[in-house]
């Protein structure tokens, strides 16, 4: 794989990881899903890096899914590694302190609405098709789909998706909550997102690292872990600079805005 398959690019706090095989819908092979995880590491091991967005080359594709050719001679083990490539990814980008918003530009379909799915805001552009079209091909998602999705949409409607392998317009993905919020156009999406990602970056990193952490726990623990769970982290803000900061600034009614330190 060429590295110029993955972009990479950092600019004022925000890192910007851009699938890049236009040629082939920004389509994922293990060999791509390889190299995202070694840049999302890089965004999170990077002090400056507050908000990353993960996003598509060109207008027509976000991740059209899977590297079909990939799968014409795999059998029931030797596809294993290929699966179990996809999941590590998407648990790293949940896993990560830092908020990935993912900008869908075109197709996320297969494996790249399961990406996006991993993601932790997701915006599209009005022309954006996602589904899991899977079973078209006999098989059924892999990445995480049958997982994340019925969280993020209902048991019912994530049912209906997988089994009868249609994708979805982007009016229909945002009413059922597979997306946040639809654009006009690429170049609209792009501009949102970067404006949410500088909103973001000017949060406290700390305090957005453990609300992360809150959040994704209570899609995996009963309601008293949870609720344990956040008194936990809702304290440990109260150990920060930025704590004291935003506090400050709020009672002595500043016009400025505070200037956490992410301490």
């Not at 006009?184 to 973001?200: C, I, M, N, P, Q």
Request: hydrophobic share 40%; with cysteine; aromatic share 6%.
């Amino acid at each position: 794989m060429s590295e110029q398959d993955v972009l990479y690019e950092v600019d004022n706090g925000i890192a910007t990881v851009t699938i890049n095989r236009p040629a082939k819908y920004n389509a994922l092979n293990t060999a791509v899903v390889g190299t995202l995880r070694e840049m999302m590491k890089k965004a999170e091991d990077d002090d400056s890096v507050r908000v990353v967005i993960l996003t598509g080359t060109g207008e027509k594709a976000f991740a059209a899914g899977a590297d079909i050719a990939e799968f014409k001679d795999k059998d029931s083990k030797t596809v294993r590694p290929l699966a179990q490539n996809g999941q590590e990814f998407c648990k790293y980008m949940e896993s990560m302190s830092k908020p990935v918003i993912a900008a869908i530009n075109g197709f996320a379909l297969g494996g790249g609405c399961e990406i996006a799915m991993a993601c932790d805001i997701r915006y599209a552009s009005a022309n954006a098709l996602l589904g899991q079209p899977e079973i078209n091909l006999g098989i059924i998602p892999g990445f995480g789909g049958t997982v994340r999705l019925p969280r993020l949409v209902g048991l019912g409607k994530a049912k209906e998706l997988v089994y009868t392998g249609d994708n979805l317009k982007v009016e229909e993905a945002l009413r059922i909550g597979l997306v946040d919020k639809v654009f006009d156009s690429v170049e609209a999406l792009r501009e949102g997102t970067a404006a949410l990602a500088k909103k973001l970056a000017g949060k406290p990193g700390i305090a957005i690292k453990l609300a992360k952490q809150s959040l994704n726990h209570a899609w995996n623990l009963p309601l008293g872990k949870n609720l344990d769970f956040e008194v936990d982290v809702f304290c440990q803000t109260f150990a920060t600079e930025d704590k004291e900061i935003g506090v400050d600034a709020f009672l002595s009614k500043s016009k400025d805005k505070p200037k956490f330190k992410h301490k």
